[in-house]
Structures are given as C-alpha cells and as structure tokens.
C-alpha cells in the first residue's frame, strides 16, 4: 500500500475518534445536568423526606472521562448534637443544691462568674457554626474541673466536640488566671487577718504557708525529678492562707520530689518577707521582745524571725502549749487545701495536661476555691 495513503487512513481514523470522544463527552455532561436538575425538584416535592437520605453522595455524582474528575460539594460541616439539657435541664429546671453539688457554686454566682470573665471569652460566630456563649464555656470547664469525668462524657452532656472540651477548659483557666488571679489572690486588709490569728491564738500572726502535691501523668522529659517522696507523680504548690482558709499567695509548677523548704526559698514571697516588705510595718512587744508579724509553718520549714515552726525533741510545758497554740492556727491550711481538693476533684486524679498548663489549671483552681468561700458556697 502507498505510505500517503496509509497516513491518510490513520489521521482520518485519529480525527474520528476525537470526534466521538468529543460527543461522548457533551452527553454524558448533558446526563449529569439532566440528573441534577431532577434531583433539586425532587428535593423540593418531597419536604418530608430526611435530609441525610436526599444529599448523600453516590457513585453518579462524579464522573470521570479521560482525566476529568467532577466531585460533589460536601454538605455537612459538623454533626448534629444535642444540647437540651443544658439549655432546657440545667439552666430551667436545676435548683440551688444542684447548681452547688455539680457545679460547687449556686446559679447567682455562676452567673456573676460569668460577666467578669465575659470580656475574655466571648467570641463571635462565623459561617460554618455559631459559637459557644460565655456561660456554656464557663459550666464546661467547672464541670471538668469539679469531676473526674472524662472529656468524652462532658462532651455528651453538653452537646460539643471531644476535643472543644479541652480547648474550652484551657481557655476559662487563662482567663481565670488572668483576670481574676491579681483581685482574688491577694493578702487584703492585714490587720484582719492578724486579728482573726489573735483570736485563735497566736499573736501578730499573718498566715499560713504549706506545700501540697497534685498528682500527674509522668512527663516526658526528666521523669524522675517529679517523684515524691510517696512515690507518683506530682506537682508542688505552695499556698499561704488566711485565718478563714483563703489563699493569699501561692507557687505553682516546681516538681513533686523538691522538697517544701527549696520550693519556700525560691517563691517570691520567702523574698518580700526576707526584704520586709510584704506584710505593712506592724510589730508588737511581748515582755522584752519586739515581735514582727510572723507566718506559721510545719518543721519543713526553717525557722526565720518572720516564720514560726514548732518545737522539736523534749517539750516542757510551755513549749507543748506554743506547739499546741501553733498547730492549732496552722491546721487552717491543711483545711483549705482539703476543700480545694474536694471541690475541685480534679486535682485529685492524675492531669494529663502538658507541664505548661498543669499550673495554669492548678492556679485556676485557687482562684475559683477564694470566690467559692467568699461567697458563703457551702462545701458539700
């Protein structure tokens, strides 16, 4: 056969084969058009019909032809949760006593709660969801903190995410910590809280200071270093407290198996006590000695001209009565950090947070453990 010819026969068999490709191509585009118009009228005869049966995708939405592929637009962002019974149970129905035993504060201040940290927590919608008001964000976080449930079971109670909850938690800590801390944390009108000291016992007395540990996940870098001497591990926090049993200063993050005293001497209150400049200039004279106000602590700690430790080995009377007289105004912290633990249950499990945020949820804690007892909330 002749070469020209042979050619001719290919690039008219080429040519037809673009040719039907090319109709192909526009009929199966035609179909397509054609299925979907059918199928929004469809959606609009049948109103009834439920939404996951009408808009999931199926095997004729895509269509794939020589390298072109067609996707359906995706329809769902989130999926449907419940949130009656926080909008309808809770914040409706639910009495006092149970606002006080779930969330360790009755509905009043809850709400007060709420406004002063509102500035910091509240966010704007978008267009994908709306977003979680200040108050569904602040009973989210009490309610991981005063719980040991896990963040899979807060999820379903309040309708969110698994992993809102943990984000939501970190969120209402800093704002605690931030806003709050500085107005709630404080040492306040001094003179009272020597006088409630006095009444207890111990002259010219300004607090209370202990270390307590917070169990933890072992972290993991320098395990080791956060064993206590009971053997898990923990976190330090050392709190000084009033004769009431409210926090005044505290000292977070130093690992469980540094002892009490380290932890005492590199706190910037063993500082402005050392400088004098913490407590106001109040000194008073007993017999031929002028006392300064002191702060009580346990034998861990040294014995300092502002710090009052018991006495040790054998005790005449008087030394049984100022050890008597010392224990008994220092047991306020042993108090107060029974009924932080105990509202807030939390601090009683091991936290599973990384090493940066344990202090901030810690500090957190006593923040919401001043306003409780300010409040007048009873511990349950």
């Known amino acids: 056969m002749d070469p020209a010819a042979t050619i001719a026969g290919l690039v008219a068999v080429l040519n037809t084969s673009q040719l039907i490709i090319h109709l192909s191509l526009r009929q199966m585009q035609r179909n397509r058009a054609r299925r979907l118009r059918h199928r929004r009228e469809s959606l609009k005869s049948e109103s009834g019909t439920e939404l996951s049966e009408t808009t999931s995708p199926s095997a004729q939405d895509m269509t794939l032809a020589m390298g072109h592929v067609d996707f ?3 329809r769902f962002w989130a999926r449907e949760t419940s949130t009656e019974w926080w909008d309808r149970i809770v914040l409706q129905v639910w009495d006092e006593s149970q606002w006080l035993r779930n969330f360790r504060m009755r509905k009043g201040t809850f709400l007060e709660l709420c406004e002063l940290l509102s500035p910091a927590l509240k966010r704007k919608d978008t267009r994908m969801r709306a977003a979680l008001t200040v108050q569904k964000r602040v009973a989210i976080a009490l309610w991981k903190l005063a719980t040991p449930d896990s963040y899979r079971s807060v999820a379903n109670h309040f309708g969110v ?24 944390v404080t040492l306040g009108n001094a003179q009272v809280i020597i006088d409630g000291f006095a009444a207890m016992g111990f002259p010219n007395c300004g607090g209370a200071i202990d270390g307590t540990h917070i169990p933890i996940l072992g972290p993991d870098h320098q395990a080791s270093q956060y064993i206590n001497r009971k053997g898990y591990f923990s976190m330090v926090l050392q709190a000084l407290v009033d004769h009431r049993g409210r926090f005044t200063n505290i000292y977070v993050g130093w690992p469980g198996k540094v002892h009490d005293a380290r932890v005492f001497r590199n706190s910037g209150l063993f500082r402005r006590l050392q400088e004098g400049i913490y407590f106001p ?5 007993l017999g031929d000695v002028e006392m300064p106000t002191v702060i009580l602590g346990d034998p861990a700690y040294p014995l300092m001209p502002w710090l009052m430790k018991p006495y040790t080995g054998a005790l005449d009377t008087e030394k049984e009565l100022f050890n008597y007289r010392l224990s008994k105004c220092r047991m306020v912290v042993e108090c107060a950090f029974g009924r932080l633990k105990g509202r807030w249950r939390s601090l009683l499990t091991r936290c599973d947070l990384s090493e940066t945020n344990i202090p901030i949820v810690i500090a957190a804690c006593c923040v919401l453990h001043n306003l409780c007892e300010s409040k007048g909330e009873t511990f349950m």
């Open 281 to 285: 200039d109040h000194k008073i004279t």
């Open 161 to 184: 995410g698994k992993s809102t909850v943990g984000v939501v938690v970190m969120q209402v800590a800093k704002a605690i910590v931030k806003v709050l801390l500085p107005k709630v």
């Open 72 to 74: 359906v637009e995706r």
